[in-house]
């Protein structure tokens, strides 16, 4: 269970909800604006994240699952939660899981993030 700030035991300060019991990601039968219908293509890298996802959950390794994975989405707070897009907020509560597991730390992720960019400047990919 998610750690709650002390008086908040529902954790409703990470909530922007209108509605009791409607957290902020909770955006079922509101109005939303016109929904995109043109197909794009998925990226490369989206396509790495599900399978990794993948690897790690229950079909994979069982490291962890579908309600830990969707706590830490639900959990990343209303303004990262609207500026990422779908498969980076799965990236960024994958990454969450597993540093609370122990399974990697914070600065072994961030220093590996930042090999990565580098390569991909200096190859173009």
Known sequence: MAAHRDGDPDNTHLSSAREPGRGYHDIGGLPAGPVETQMTETRPWEKMSIVIGNALGT???????????????????????????????????????????????????????????????????
Not at 82 to 89: I, K, M, P, S, V
Not at 90 to 96: E, F, I, P, R
């Open 59 to 125: 079909k994979g390794a069982k490291l962890v699952r579908t309600d830990e994975v969707r706590r830490t989405r639900e959990e990343i707070g209303v303004e990262l939660y609207n500026e990422l897009g779908y498969f980076e907020r799965g990236t960024a509560s994958l990454a969450t899981l597993l540093i609370e597991k122990g399974l990697v730390r914070r600065d072994e992720l961030e220093a590996r993030m930042v090999e990565i960019a580098k390569r991909m400047k200096e190859e173009g990919r």
